[in-house]
Each structure stands twice: as C-alpha cells, then as structure tokens.
C-alpha cells in the first residue's frame, strides 16, 4: 500500500471488537478521508460504512478544523470544514423528523442532541448548546464517513468547539500522534487472541442455543397445559349440561310452533 500505511491481513468481522481502532474515534485528517488508497473500503462489506487504514478496521472518525461554510439540503444542513490538510470535508446534520401529533420534548431539532438548525432569512444558522457558532470557528467533528455522489462526507454523531489556535494545533498534534503510534503499525493478532475470541464466540453461540432450546420446551409446555386445561373444561362442560338435561322435564326442550 501506498504512503507509508503497510499491508497486512484483514481480520474477519469477528475479531474487530479487539482492534483499538475499531471502538475509537481515530483522529485523521480531510485528506486521508478523502484518499482512497489510505482509507480504503473493501467490496464484501460494502454499504456497511466499514473503512480501513491499513488493516485497523475504522467505523468512527474525528476531524479537527474551521467552519467554512453551511448549506441547507432538504431535510439534512451541510457545512464544510477546513482543516487545513490540503482538502476541505462535508459534515452532514441531519433534522428531527417529527410527526405533527409527536409530543414528546426532544434535546433539539437535529439527530445530535446538543445541535440545532435554525433557518433566519432563508439562511441556515447552527446552534451549538444553545449558543450560535459563527463561520470561522474552530470545530471537533466526530461522525461516521459516508458517501454522497462519489464524494466523501461525515454523518456528524458529536460536535465541541476548540476555544483557539493552540488548542487546534494540540488537536493537530494529537492526530499525528495516533496516525504513528495506532493506523501507521500493522494490527497483528496472536493465535492465542483468536483462539479465546473463537472460543468466547462458540461458547456465547452454544448458550444462546440452549437459551432457545429451553425456551421451545417452555414454549411445548405450556401449549400443551393450556390444552388440557381447556379439555379438563370442556368435559366440565358436558357433564354439566348433561345433569341439567336429566333433571329437566320430558319435552321441556321443545318449542311448540304456533301451528302445531
């Protein structure tokens, strides 16, 4: 692989949960988003919203940068982050749909519960805890990558502001950081890590095989309680009906027609 990300195997689905990049918001940049031979997809787990900075499996991602820009698309409010990696990135907000007759008090009017969209003069304006966060204001986007007319974009899951330049260039450094020391090493598994993975997966599938075993027996069980209570209740039933007719008078059954 190309620009310095090495090679290696990529582990089945299976063992991703062990990957320190995996369950972690992996600090990159614009230009390594955008790259598609640094952040890579793979074809069988297309669609999936699955990358790979080379073989560290990556769902969730952080971009530290400026505000650019905002632009109201529908249901969804775009703003575009300058990081200054060489590239700018589409951040994608996505609005509360709400149904006329939903009463219930939501955090905001967006899917991320601190963020809110308020439209002023035809112009898209974003509220971040309440407070307006103006163009030009450093931000710290966490999200999910997707893809929209063949071009990358972030599905934002958080948002914070950095309160200056220094903090940006401590961000900065902090991606550097974990580009070396995590995406930049090969994520090598031992065979005893597998194996007790393997293990731990077998284990947790035959328990949920049991759990659905005891559960059709249960399942039998009570079928089959219900029906000899209800049989238990119909011969109950019949003899009862049965002592009524011996005691009743002979022809009281019989209902004369006027004609007869």
Not at 28 to 55: M, P, R, S
Not at 63 to 70: D, P, R, Y
Request: glycine share 4%; aromatic share 8%; hydrophobic share 35%.
């Amino acid at each position: 692989m190309s620009d310095g990300v090495p090679n290696h195997t990529i582990y089945p689905k299976r063992y991703w949960e062990a990957s320190i990049s995996w369950q972690n918001w992996n600090k990159l940049t614009a230009v390594d988003i955008h790259n598609e031979q640094v952040f890579q997809t793979k074809q069988e787990y297309h669609g999936q919203n699955v990358y790979f900075y080379g073989n560290h499996p990556i769902q969730y991602i952080r971009v530290v940068g400026l505000l650019v820009g905002i632009e109201q698309m529908s249901k969804y409010t775009i703003m575009t982050i300058d990081d200054s990696s060489g590239a700018c990135i589409d951040v994608k907000i996505e609005r509360r749909q709400m149904r006329t007759d939903d009463d219930a008090a939501y955090p905001s009017n967006t899917t991320v519960d601190d963020v809110d969209v308020m439209i002023h003069m035809s112009f898209p304006t974003l509220h971040l805890k309440n407070k307006p966060i103006e163009i030009g204001t450093i931000l710290e986007v966490k999200g999910t990558v997707s893809t929209f007319r063949h071009i990358r974009q972030i599905d934002l899951k958080r948002l914070h502001r950095i309160k200056d330049t220094n903090a940006e260039a401590a961000a900065w450094a902090k991606t550097a950081q974990w580009k070396k020391d995590v995406l930049s090493q090969p994520w090598i598994m031992t065979s005893e890590l597998r194996c007790a993975i393997d293990r731990r997966i077998y284990e947790a599938d035959a328990a949920e095989k049991r759990r659905a075993r005891k559960k059709r027996e249960y399942d039998v069980k009570k079928h089959l309680k219900h029906v000899a209570h209800e049989q238990r209740a119909e011969e109950r039933r019949k003899r009862a009906e049965m002592k009524l007719n011996l005691g009743a008078l002979k022809g009281s059954g019989v209902i004369a027609a006027p004609w007869d």
